[in-house]
């Protein structure tokens, strides 16, 4: 639902779903080794509700605009555990609501810009595994995460034609676990404050060539609790301490003509693990408030095409290639227990090659594509692990949409595959390759109302998702879509 209603702009969304998703997989029983026990299981305590809810409104005040939204999201599912042996009681339960507002606009003459911006969260989410079907353990926990933040931003047009950026930004986090099996235990809330500063220059040298430099740093002040049963006594924090994580960037595009241009880029970064890696707990995927921060060194250069956007011929053709170098890097990693748990990897290499292009075949026929290949190589120095890949990378990524457009109507079809790839730091737990056709389209009925509708999976291929969650086989999908305007 969108339109104007007394200088100001609105649109509203509103979206439900809902599946029993009881999908069959191949199971191995749990003996990945012997095939003889092998056979067809339908997945338990998978099914899924959810509610999301959209809103937004904006107005121009003088020179200035005004932009507000909100997002609700209400989400009820089961945890049916990765392994042959499913669970059927464990619940996750999120309730989620975000509100941004921003204003932005030009000061003076308008060779200088500025935007302010402020924003809220809240986060709350029940994790019931009263069976310790899943993951460690017996578990019923609430848990509300909240942050709460201002950025300020100006950006000037200095002579030449440079363009100067800056900004400062500040926010807070806290993280309040609840155990409610336990109600007489105490835990502690744990909390981030963060002031952030940075700035970015952008230089036209000529009518070709363009540098731009920047630089970032940030102050934290964190204050964690482990999740463990505190007596009402003193107690102390298992991480209480000040950091001051910084980076720059560095980069340069050259127009070589006929819609081509080069472009290159180097850069040093340093990153804080966030709340969901240090204090998330979905059963199989549980945080951990050890982690430190990660940094790196990253370059890269690429190639770009822009072709005509009307017509036939090759719109975006772009290939890029990188290499990064990474300290104490954040990656999930599966135990024993299939349970994922980020750890800091000490050193790891990445580097690839990223390719992507949007071409319209016919005047009514457009293609979309993007291919990755990527070493992602654990470099620590113990023999048993250096060279092996990185968990949860896989080396080869392959996405393309074919669609034919019917007027008012679509048709489209989409091939997506991913290359084997590893769970765990020593690559003995493997999720197999993973191949999806789809095919679906939409069609319009009636004014403001269209059908859509989806085939999935048509060769009914067994795969995982990234952390070796059976998905369903071909299944089918049909929506309708009704929009208003005033």
């Known amino acids: 639902l969108s339109g104007p209603y007394k200088g100001w702009e609105y649109l509203g969304l509103v979206n ?84 941004e507002a921003a204003l932005f606009g030009p000061l003076g003459d308008g060779r200088v810009g500025y935007r302010l911006k402020a924003h809220h969260s809240r986060e709350k989410d029940e994790y019931q595994d009263r069976h310790g079907e899943v993951g460690l353990g017996r578990q019923h926990d609430r848990n509300i995460t909240q942050s709460l933040g201002l950025r300020g931003e100006v950006n000037a047009l200095l002579t030449g034609q440079s363009l100067l950026t800056a900004f400062v930004a500040a926010r807070r986090e ?20 963060a002031l952030a500063v940075g700035t970015e220059v952008e230089v036209p040298l000529g ?60 850069g040093r970064y340093q990153r804080a693990p966030n709340f969901f890696e240090l204090f998330g707990d979905r059963g199989a995927v549980i945080g951990n408030t050890n982690l430190i921060s990660e940094q790196g060194n990253n370059w890269d250069v690429g190639l770009v095409f822009r072709g005509p956007a009307d017509g036939v011929g090759l719109a975006l053709a772009e290939v890029v290639y990188y290499r990064n170098r990474v300290e104490d890097l954040i990656r999930f990693m599966q135990n024993s227990q299939r349970v994922s748990r980020p750890y800091n990897m000490g050193r790891a290499l990445l580097r690839g090659v990223e390719m992507r292009i949007e071409a319209r075949l016919l005047p009514r026929l457009a293609l979309r594509g993007n291919y990755a290949y990527q070493r992602a190589e654990n470099r620590t120095p113990f023999s048993f692990e250096r060279g092996n890949d990185l968990p949860n990378a896989p080396r080869h990524r392959l996405n393309t949409r074919l669609s034919f457009d019917l007027g008012r109507s679509e048709i489209y079809s989409e091939f997506s595959r991913e290359s084997r790839h590893f769970l765990d730091r020593a690559n003995l737990r493997t999720v197999p390759v993973r191949a999806l056709y789809n095919l679906g389209g939409s069609v319009p009925l009636v004014e403001g109302i269209s059908l859509s509708w989806e085939l999935r999976n048509l060769t009914d291929n067994q795969v995982a998702d990234l952390w070796g969650y059976p998905l369903p086989g071909r299944s089918y999908g049909l929506s309708v879509h009704y929009a208003a305007h005033q």
């Not at 999301?52 to 999201?73: C, E, P, V, Y």
């Not at 806290?174 to 404050?193: G, K, M, Q, T, V």
Request: hydrophobic letters at 35%; aromatic letters at 10%; glycine letters at 10%.
């Open 16 to 99: 439900y779903r809902a599946s029993r998703n009881d999908f069959r997989f191949w199971d191995d029983n749990g003996t990945e080794y012997n095939a003889q026990d092998d056979g067809w299981a339908r997945r338990l305590n998978s099914d899924f509700r959810g509610l999301r809810g959209l809103a937004k409104i904006g107005r121009s005040l003088g020179a200035s605009r005004l932009q507000i939204h909100n997002t609700f999201d209400l989400s009820y599912k089961g945890i049916p555990g990765i392994g042959n042996n499913q669970s059927l009681h464990t619940r996750y339960d999120t309730w989620r609501h975000i509100a």
């Open 174 to 193: 806290a993280f309040a676990p609840d155990d409610l099996l336990r109600p007489e235990s105490r835990l502690l809330r744990s909390r981030r404050r």
């Open 207 to 266: 009518q070709r060539l363009t540098l731009n430099a920047g630089t970032q740093a940030e102050g934290l002040d964190d204050r964690f609790f482990d999740r463990k049963y505190f007596a009402p006594s003193a107690v102390l924090p298992s991480r209480n301490n000040g950091e001051i994580l910084w980076g720059y960037r560095m980069g340069a595009a050259l127009d070589l003509g006929a819609g081509l241009a080069l472009k290159a880029h180097n």
